[in-house]
């Protein structure tokens, strides 16, 4: 038999807590994420090449999140701009940053950023990679590497190179391949590959390591000449083309890439459900073909992996803007 004063403590407790249940608030369940739509930003104009990658994993990624993804252009200083703006940004997961080569080549062209290209990002994966194409003006004597090289000899000046601007991953390319080639090459800066195209096919300059989805419909339409691929692979689309590797350069291989990131400190259980997402999205054959046909190459993989290849281009980058004098318009 339990004694009188047992009884009453233990209807005192009850009291007491029931009391309080009723007096303090629900403690409340964090929210789960996302709970609304999330930003994707672009550090280039409607229309390039990361702007079409980037709304394609939009939109499929919006399915997978259940959430719409908003691609939101921030452009300015080679996506200097849009990098500073997500590396500022709240790290909750909903604003997230196309995070390309570029960024990795500002990280030792730009004398000061805004941000910091490692320290300030949380990868979440790899998207895609794009070769360049070295292409010359068909006009040309010039069918090859070999025959690039030839001409470029017999020029009092050289050959002239065309990029979308200095230090670009086209600038870039064209100044890997000079160095290794020991080759005398002027750099022609435009702003943007829509104006270089347009004097390459004039003949105002003569030679360009163009991405390929800008170069490739004038390769097919024979309006320009493709001569090689700098990817370490041919691509699919010019199976005939060789490598930069194949022609007398072994272990060349330059891409654009993109892949996705969040701003540092982001929640480990958000990234680890954004790789998922964007794993599942790289693996539709509808978005795999898509890029296929931009002449891409889909990715994925780790935020591990991705950090690992940002590490490595930072450094590879870092000698070649050293050794070519390359700076930031």
Known sequence: MIPPTASRRRLLALATALLCNAVLPARAEPAAWPSKPIKLVVGYAAGG?????????????????????????????????????????PADGYTLYVYTIANTINASLYAR?????????????????????????PKLPIRSVADYLRFAKEQPDGITFASSGSGSSIHLSGEMFKMKAGLKM??????????????????????????????LPHVQGGRLRAIAITSAQRSPLLPDVPTVAESGYPGFDVQSWFGLAAPAGTPHPVIERLNAALDKVMAAPEVRQ???????????GTPEQMRALAAAEIKRWR????ASGAKAE
């Not at 805004?114 to 990679?129: H, N, Q, R």
């Not at 898509?290 to 994925?300: H, K, Q, V, W």
């Open 49 to 89: 090449a990361t702007d079409v990658v980037a709304r394609l994993v939009a939109v499929r990624l919006g399915e997978q999140l259940g959430q719409p993804v908003l691609v939101d252009n921030r452009t300015g200083a080679n996506s200097n701009v849009g990098a500073e703006a997500v590396a500022r940004a």
């Open 113 to 137: 950023l805004g941000y910091d290209p490692v320290k300030d990002f949380e990868p979440v994966g790899l998207i895609a990679k794009i070769p360049n194409i070295l292409v010359v003006n």
């Open 186 to 215: 002027l750099h022609v800066p435009y702003r943007g590959s829509a104006p270089a195209i347009t004097d390459l096919l004039g003949g105002q300059v003569q030679s360009m390591f163009d991405n390929m989805p800008s170069a």
């Open 290 to 300: 898509r890029l296929r046909d931009l002449g891409a190459t889909p990715e994925a």
């Open 319 to 322: 000698e070649v803007v050293k």
